[in-house]
């Protein structure tokens, strides 16, 4: 009787959490999570292109980001819809782990572990710009972060072979955004038919080199990771301000770091455009 009513009752949470899932309230969140997502890939790019012409000092990073909007006369204002933006991802992706994307029939394992992992990273994101708002201090940097946890691993038995997995991983996904954005495949989950032809083709050129843009920030910081793991070193370590900043340092000279800083603000935009055509 009791595991017949535990199975009952475990039935109808789980309808319950498919109604949560599919409500136009997380929808709602899910649009002010991609609008928040694209507000703060925006001012990070701007502040590289500041950096590019050695304008700024300011962290290219989320931290640089969020010191930005708070200086401004409606800061605390959008801090708080960063907040409310955040969490709001943080839960679709959190939905997409446990009950699949709504509509897609999509029950692969791989892709909830997928949404899981974003639903914490949003989490993460979520909870420092809330502390930020609070007025409790900024997050740390991507750079100090990067170092702090290379310097963690670093102290374990096997840490530096982890360390150069987790490097790996992070050029090998750069590599694989890069690609994804190439081919366009980010239109599968766009409403495309409710865009005019115009507009269409602005949605895809911005996702197309916004995504290779952001795929190539990854590789580079992958490749940090993996040369302070080789060496040891976890000073080495960079997070996304110092990758930035590295383009610079490459034949091209700033050129590079610029290109890409306009390709982070074509992201931005583009996760814009995806908070109002995405398919929920």
């Not at 498919?18 to 502040?47: F, K, P, Q």
């Not at 930005?68 to 839960?91: E, K, N």
């Not at 992992?117 to 201090?137: C, D, H, P, S």
């Not at 340092?249 to 109002?276: H, N």
Request: proline letters at 2%; glycine letters at 12%; aromatic letters at 10%.
């Amino acid at each position: 009787m009791v595991t017949r009513t535990a199975r009952r009752s475990g039935r109808r949470s789980a309808r319950s959490g498919r109604r949560a899932a599919n409500s136009e309230a997380l929808r709602w969140l899910a649009r002010a999570g991609l609008a928040a997502r694209g507000v703060m890939y925006v001012i990070v790019g701007w502040i590289a292109v500041q950096v590019a012409f050695g304008r700024s000092r300011q962290q290219a990073d989320r931290t640089g980001a969020l010191h930005s909007i708070s200086s401004t006369p409606v800061g605390g204002v959008l801090l708080w819809l960063l907040v409310v933006g955040f969490i709001g991802m943080a839960l679709w992706r959190l939905c997409e782990a446990l009950y699949g994307a709504p509509g897609s029939g999509n029950t692969k394992a791989s892709k909830r572990l997928s949404a899981f992992a974003r639903a914490v990273i949003y989490a993460v994101i979520a909870y420092g710009v809330l502390k930020y708002a609070l007025g409790e201090g900024s997050p740390k940097s991507s750079d100090a972060q990067s170092v702090d946890l290379t310097a963690t691993l670093l102290k374990y038995p096997g840490g530096q072979a982890l360390v150069v997995v987790i490097g790996l991983a992070f050029i090998g996904g750069g590599l694989y955004l890069a690609y994804q954005a190439w081919r366009k495949e980010f239109r599968r989950d766009l409403e495309l038919g409710q865009m005019r032809r115009r507009s269409r083709r602005v949605v895809e050129w911005l996702g197309r080199y916004g995504g290779i843009a952001r795929g190539i920030v990854f590789v580079t910081s992958g490749i940090f990771l993996v040369v302070a793991a080789v060496d040891a070193q976890p000073e080495q370590a960079k997070g996304i301000d110092s990758s930035l900043r590295a383009l610079a340092a490459t034949p091209l000279g700033p050129w590079l770091l610029l290109l890409v800083a306009i390709g982070l603000i074509m992201f931005g935009l583009f996760s814009c455009c995806e908070a109002k055509w995405v398919r929920l």
